[in-house]
């Protein structure tokens, strides 16, 4: 695979994308590309239509950048639609791991990093359980207990016990 680098105004975003990227998609790709730089190249085909990237491109264009970095791809036709579809759908299907999401989001919050910018704005969103700068001022904190089952039977058992007791719970 061979990085290239060649001016924006060279490519066309695919007319076929089968994903939206809203304005607060396109504001978050925008941050993370203003913070990082471009970190992965996008996918064009021989015609110079991205075929993964889209938002990348129009996030691109909206910073003013004048060049992008891009990888060709050979695939062409039902086998290009198909890998766009299975790019945007293979994060789709990836599950966020709460406790580790929880700790870099208060990691990234305790030095001031600017979350907004790359789609955190609202951390509820994600992590329902992570308390806002708004409750930490009121010293509003519900205790919490992590407990760690030796096996699914046992959660499940203790989930259904607790549950049934009033208390809040989630696996």
């Known amino acids: 695979m061979k990085v290239e680098n060649v001016a ?3 490519l066309v975003n695919d007319p076929n994308n089968a994903r939206k990227h809203g304005d607060k998609n396109i504001m978050a790709i925008k941050g993370s590309l203003a913070k990082f730089g471009q970190q992965k190249p996008i996918v064009v085909n021989e015609k110079n239509i991205v075929v993964a990237g889209n938002g990348t491109l129009e996030a691109a264009r909206q910073l003013g950048w004048t060049d992008i970095n891009i990888v060709r791809t050979d695939l062409d036709g039902f086998n290009a639609d198909a890998f766009a ?3 945007n759908r293979t994060s789709e299907l990836a599950e966020w791991n709460d406790d580790a999401l929880n700790a870099t989001l208060q990691a990234l919050k305790s030095v001031d990093f600017d979350l907004p910018a790359i789609g955190f704005d609202d951390f509820k969103e994600f992590v329902p359980d992570l308390p806002d700068d708004e409750e930490k001022d009121k010293g509003d904190k519900q205790p919490m207990v992590i407990v760690q089952c030796k096996s699914l039977d046992e ?6 016990e607790l549950n049934e007791r009033g208390y809040k719970v989630k696996v």
């Open 85 to 87: 579809l299975a790019d």
């Open 155 to 160: 959660q499940q058992e203790l989930f259904d």
């Open 8 to 10: 924006i105004n060279t």
